[in-house]
């Protein structure tokens, strides 16, 4: 009897052993459907700044460069590269053998149209441009060899190449279509079958791809045969399609039940912590009462993030103490000690800005003006934890006597409002690992309808154009010193480090994460 139970006991653990080695070796097939709580209203990275179009649009789009975990640039579309000592001119070697999905071959002149309509002005690129600088000219000296050259250093190009939003599209689909915000056409190792607004993207494998980034853990085609990501906004809608197995992968994970995600057997939840500018609320400084300095600075002490962050997201994210996250280049952790929660200081300011009178709800008023600001987002563009977060700054800010109006419109109109410059306050968070994203947000060349400058700064512009192409030391100092006066003139409210918080069934294998915080599907597979 001993022997058999020992020799039961040896094919059980043989049979362990081989399901266990079976697991580890990747399988080819399968889709994976994503769950997403925020939408993006076009699909071309080259001409928005949505985190969701880069989520999508990097299965479907290479890079000339790719940027590894430890933040390390390795070939992509671009097999070598050099770089002169003050950063002025870049010369990239490209692969010879790649094709866009359409059939177009990939060569010097595909690239240089690529960049050079995104420095187009007519072209509606306002993040992207701001990736590449300001270049001066475009070159080709052979079929396979591109020169950038500045006429300034800019030291962050290779960092904001390896992003999707300067990802490299067909330059014959570019050149036969008139509106590319429903398509978009690369070399990458999916093809977007379909993407319509406020449903989602079905995306399919390349059959004859084999040019991945040199941070892959594989080469060839991706394992999987299709990603369908589906816009589901409700975080009970996307959390029971999780549960059920008709989802295998969600992003932002409802924080009331990321604890019961964690502890349910057939799920994990992965979470990465953003770089670049954190959730803020944006003060806009060009009218309204936040024209004075005093007002926004009593909105800043009159609000406290560190509780309405964790009504709204039950501890599942970090407080921000600073404009930047802490995995951002040059991030410095002592601007934290220069503000916080202080209602007493808030409405001393908002006394000596003449804001003394109250009306019978405890708003304050002037000459029979209502201190009132308008809170413009789109909610198909935040989360449902983003409105309880805004809703706990509106009722904490009334006890200052703020009249803080929550404006939901949708995309459209919200455009219009930041392009009019019919707003007080807009929030949003750019992931980027670069300190230059300061530049995006508070340099002048920005302010909208060019860009993001929703503070309408313009104090900053020194400071962020030497910052671009300094040496190490100097750009730490002159970050460090943006960062101060952001706060000290309270040009915005930070209120979290964003964080990428991925449910996912234990069944998908070999997520890895992108340095914009994204997760890469090009090497995950699924165990059947």
């Known amino acids: 009897m001993k022997k058999i139970i020992a020799a039961l006991a040896l ?8 399901t266990a080695n079976a697991a580890e070796t990747p399988q080819q097939g399968g889709t994976l459907n994503v769950a997403l709580g925020s939408d993006t209203p076009v699909i071309d990275p080259s001409i928005t700044g949505f985190s969701v179009t880069a989520l999508i649009a990097r299965n479907v789009v290479d890079s000339l460069v790719g940027q590894a975990a430890d933040n390390q640039f390795t070939p992509w579309l671009a097999e070598s590269w050099q770089v002169n000592s003050n950063h002025t001119d870049y010369v990239f070697h490209l692969r010879k053998d790649v ?12 690239v240089k149209y690529n960049l050079q309509r995104i420095l187009d002005p007519k072209t509606t690129s306002s993040y992207a441009k701001s990736l590449l600088g300001p270049i001066k000219t475009l070159t080709t000296p052979d079929a396979y060899t591109l020169v950038i050259h500045y006429d300034l250093p800019f030291a962050p190009l290779l960092q904001g190449l390896s992003l999707p939003y300067l990802g490299i599209q067909s330059p014959t689909y570019l050149q036969n279509t008139v509106n590319t915000s429903n398509t978009v056409v690369g070399s990458g190792p999916f093809i977007l079958k379909s993407f319509v ?18 941070y892959a853990k594989h080469s060839g085609p991706a394992y999987l045969e299709a990603i369908n990501f589906k816009y589901l906004p409700e975080s009970s809608v996307r959390l029971g399609a999780l549960v059920s197995g008709q989802i295998q992968a969600i992003d932002a994970v ?3 039940n990321a604890q019961s995600v964690k502890n349910n057997p057939t799920l994990q939840v992965e979470t990465k912590e953003d770089p670049g500018v ?3 609320l944006y003060l806009n400084t060009s009218q309204g009462p936040f024209q004075d300095q005093r007002v926004r600075q009593a909105f800043l002490r009159a609000s406290d993030p560190a509780s309405a962050v964790k009504v709204a997201f039950f501890g599942t994210l970090k ?3 600073n404009v930047l996250g802490p995995q951002t280049l040059y991030y410095d952790h002592s601007i934290a000690a220069l503000w916080g929660f202080d209602l007493n200081k808030a409405n001393q300011l908002l006394d000596q800005a003449g804001w003394q009178e109250k009306d019978a709800t405890g708003i304050r008023t002037k000459q029979g003006k209502k201190l009132t600001v308008h809170f413009v987002y789109d909610p198909t563009s935040v ?8 809703q706990a700054i509106q009722f904490q800010v009334k006890k200052a006597g703020f009249d803080l109006q929550l404006d939901p419109v949708d995309s459209g109109v919200f455009s219009a409002r930041t392009v009019n410059n019919d707003y007080d306050i807009v929030s949003n968070f750019y992931v980027r690992a670069e300190p230059d994203i300061l530049r995006t ?6 302010i909208p309808p060019k860009g993001s400058n929703f503070s309408h700064v313009s104090a900053l512009d020194d400071k962020l154009k030497l910052a671009v192409g300094a040496p190490d030391e100097q750009r730490k100092q002159l970050y460090s010193e943006v960062q101060r006066q952001v706060i000290d003139q309270a040009y915005v409210v930070p209120l979290y480090v964003p964080a990428y918080q991925l449910g996912i069934s234990k069944n998908v294998h070999d997520i890895s994460w992108a340095t914009n915080a994204k997760p890469n599907f090009y090497d995950v597979w699924l165990s059947h």
């Open 441 to 446: 947000v508070f340099h002048s060349d920005y």
């Open 319 to 321: 407080v921000a103490d």
């Open 197 to 214: 607004k406020g449903s989602g993207s079905q995306l399919t494998r390349r059959a004859d791809y084999h040019w991945g980034p040199g």
């Open 11 to 18: 094919v059980i653990a043989a049979s362990q052993s081989g």
């Open 383 to 390: 989360e449902s934890a983003d409105i309880t977060l805004f």
């Open 254 to 256: 409802p924080p009331v």
């Open 278 to 280: 954190n959730r803020l």
């Open 99 to 110: 094709t866009f999905s359409d059939g177009t071959k990939l060569d010097a002149e595909a």
